[in-house]
């Protein structure tokens, strides 16, 4: 019975539908890792079909954070040049799985062009980064932070839900509150070297920075 219900569900993506294979997985299939894992063959995702995005969210959900930072690694062109999944969905699964890909790439996308941002961040949600612990990304989300704190005056980074400001400095006190205290010395050093005074003169707050000094 399981068999076949994993072939009609192979069946349905193949013919480029969703909906019931998704239903079929989270009510009989909600803890099958290695199924999830199959799931992830690209002969299984159709363009703009998001059923990508589901199962790496399962795997995550189940500590398969190694396997899902690997996939996104190596297909994140093939993802991207083929509409199988938007960029900053994979930036959001690479956070997502405590990789430093994630917030690297997001580096290089607000580097590019800070106002974009603006239209990629109703991709993210609170829980993005609140669990992120990886030290390694600590100079990234500094360049972040200062792409921010350079660009943006405080009335946007208030009116904004996720700004590059405001996920920097939660996703910098979520690292500091996972690893040793030399790490969190390391980080405000990190923050002790930035310009306010040009800061201070492009966005007019030092609310951020402060911030930081206060929780690592």
Not at 32 to 40: V, Y
Not at 98 to 113: C, M, T, V, W
Not at 123 to 130: E, G, I, L, V, Y
Not at 185 to 197: C, G, H, S
Request: glycine content about 2%; some cysteine.
């Amino acid at each position: 019975m399981n068999f076949d219900l994993k072939s009609r569900i192979k069946e349905y993506l193949l013919s480029g539908s969703s909906y019931y294979a998704k239903k079929i997985v989270e009510l009989l299939y909600s803890d099958d890792i290695n199924f999830f894992k199959e799931l992830t063959d690209l002969r299984f995702i159709t363009p703009k079909m998001y059923f990508l995005d589901f199962v790496l969210g399962l795997l995550i959900k189940n500590k398969e954070n190694s396997f899902v930072e690997k996939f996104l690694i190596v297909y994140y062109d093939v993802l991207i040049q083929n509409g199988m999944m938007e960029e900053t969905n994979i930036i959001k699964n690479l956070i997502l799985s405590n990789s430093d890909l994630g917030f690297r790439k997001l580096k290089e996308l607000i580097a590019e062009n800070p106002f974009q941002y603006i239209s990629i961040e109703s991709h993210f949600n609170f829980s993005t980064w609140q669990q992120f612990s990886n030290k390694n990304s600590i100079d990234d989300l500094i360049i972040i932070l200062n792409l921010g704190l350079l660009n943006y005056s405080i009335d946007q980074i208030q009116k904004a839900h996720f700004s590059p400001v405001r996920i920097s400095t939660e996703a910098i006190i979520s690292i500091c509150n996972n690893q040793s205290s030399a790490t969190c010395d390391l980080i405000l050093d990190k923050i002790e070297q930035m310009n306010t005074d040009l800061i201070l003169e492009k966005c007019g707050d030092l609310f951020y920075i402060n911030k930081l000094k206060k929780r690592c």
